[in-house]
């Protein structure tokens, strides 16, 4: 579902129609999972191509550069998948509660890494943004009228027994 805002404008108010709340939070869910993804394009992006940006952050340059662009591949990878809850978010509904998931198992890694393992402030960052993109897929689920468990399953709130 993408969100086109002249389509919006038009049907809300030019021609008296009314997009429902869900529909609403259903795009604005996608369109969470759309910026999401071009978040973590930019980090692989920059990990891949620029590994120095690093030092920017007064983070040591990785010594061994197959890791950290290793973590760089994922970053790239993974925003395919999100694109699946930006491009048919009721379809693929499944998608948006895995990638909470992620995005908490990286903020935990992050935070915890760069507070435990007196690392640089520079990763928790990162881990902060994972855990403002997860906060935000499960706000717009939740106002789109799907528990968790639900959408982890593609069940719809009407499929509960």
């Known amino acids: 579902m993408r969100f086109n805002l002249i389509e919006f404008l038009f049907n809300s108010?030019?021609?008296g129609g009314t997009v429902s709340s869900?529909?609403?939070?259903?795009?604005?869910l996608?369109?969470?999972?759309?910026?999401?993804?071009?978040?973590?394009?930019?980090?692989?992006?920059?990990?891949?191509?620029?590994?120095?940006?690093?030092?920017?952050f007064g983070v040591p340059y990785p010594k061994d550069l197959m890791y950290f662009r290793f973590g760089g591949l994922?970053?790239?990878?993974?925003?395919?998948?999100?694109?699946l809850g930006y491009i048919q978010t009721k379809r693929n509904i499944a998608v948006v509660p895995s990638a909470i998931i992620v995005r908490g198992i990286g903020f935990l890694f992050l935070t915890l890494?760069?507070?435990?393992?007196?690392?640089?402030?520079?990763?928790?960052?990162?881990?902060?943004?994972?855990?403002?993109f997860g906060a935000l897929h499960y706000c717009f689920l939740k106002r789109s009228g799907y528990t968790f468990r639900n959408a982890l399953l593609g069940k719809s709130e009407k499929d509960v027994f």
């Open 13 to 15: 108010y030019l021609r």
């Open 22 to 28: 869900q529909e609403q939070n259903l795009k604005n």
């Open 30 to 56: 996608g369109l969470t999972m759309l910026f999401g993804s071009i978040y973590d394009w930019v980090v692989a992006a920059l990990t891949l191509l620029f590994p120095n940006f690093v030092t920017l």
């Open 74 to 83: 994922l970053m790239l990878v993974l925003p395919f998948f999100y694109l």
């Open 113 to 132: 890494h760069s507070l435990l393992l007196e690392e640089s402030p520079f990763w928790a960052l990162f881990g902060f943004a994972d855990l403002l």
